[in-house]
T-cell receptor
Framework: AQTVTQSQPEMSVQEAETVTLSCTYD???????LFWYKQPPSRQMILVIR??????QNATENRFSVNFQKAAKSFSLKISDSQLGDTAMYFCAFITQGGSEKLVFGKGTKLTVNP | DTGVSQDPRHKITKRGQNVTFRCDPI?????LYWYRQTLGQGPEFLTYFQNEAQLEKSRLLSDRFSAERPKGSFSTLEIQRTEQGDSAMYLC?????????????FGPGTRLTVT
């Protein structure tokens, strides 16, 4: 079975501080892509960051970076210098390459950035 | 690039009624996906189109659900004889064969409430 587990239903962080969201996944495939999506309240889901499983180097996008541990099937998201606009639901997801076209999502982590 | 649009944004219906949702993907995208998101959960895959062909369907898509994508452009998702358990956010996403890293672009969703 293909699953994604986000063990932190809710988290909070002070503005300007750093927070890490956890994600583990399970797939028997060796080629896949991992994603973190952000869903602000009442707004549409947007991609935060992407990681190709065949790349050892961790992806970074401005204040967002990941810690990808393929053997452990772990894919955490670090948000540095948190901003009020980072308040949102964050979903970890993956898609296998050359297989099913569906994204498999976790249940999400609700992040609140406090002023 | 106007993004993925969905119509309506909200729909309230009585149990037993039929409803239809529309999704307009990004114009150059040939792949279109439907997901369902219930409260406190991540999106779950329903079905996938490549051009006009429906290539994959989830077991979540019961025989009361039907999706079409005539001419490979917009798509409709119809739910017949709605049940209270159908209450959810219905998300549409699109991508293309050239989309970097299998990224899917999401619409704002249609929130369905069955009373």
């Amino acid at each position: 079975a293909q699953t994604v587990t986000q063990s932190q239903p809710e988290m909070s962080v002070q503005e300007a501080e750093t927070v890490t969201l956890s994600c583990t996944y399970d797939t028997s495939e060796s080629n896949y892509y991992l994603f973190w999506y952000k869903q602000p309240p009442s707004r549409q889901m947007i991609l935060v960051i992407r990681q190709e499983a065949y790349k050892q180097q961790n992806a970074t996008e401005n204040r967002f970076s990941v810690n990808f541990q393929k053997a452990a099937k772990s894919f955490s998201l670090k948000i540095s210098d948190s901003q009020l606009g980072d308040t949102a639901m964050y979903f970890c997801a993956f898609i296998t390459q050359g297989g099913s076209e569906k994204l498999v999502f976790g249940k999400g982590t609700k992040l609140t950035v406090n002023p | 690039d106007t993004g993925v649009s969905q119509d309506p944004r909200h729909k309230i219906t009585k149990r037993g009624q039929n409803v239809t949702f529309r999704c307009d993907p990004i114009s150059e995208h040939n792949r279109l996906y439907w997901y369902r998101q219930t409260l406190g959960q991540g999106p779950e895959f329903l079905t996938y189109f490549q051009n006009e062909a429906q290539l994959e369907k989830s077991r979540l898509l019961s025989d009361r659900f039907s999706a079409e994508r005539p001419k490979g452009s917009f798509s409709t998702l119809e739910i017949q004889r709605t049940e209270q358990g159908d209450s959810a956010m219905y998300l549409c996403a699109s991508s293309s064969d050239t989309t970097r890293g299998y990224e899917q672009y999401f619409g704002p969703g249609t929130r369905l409430t069955v009373t």
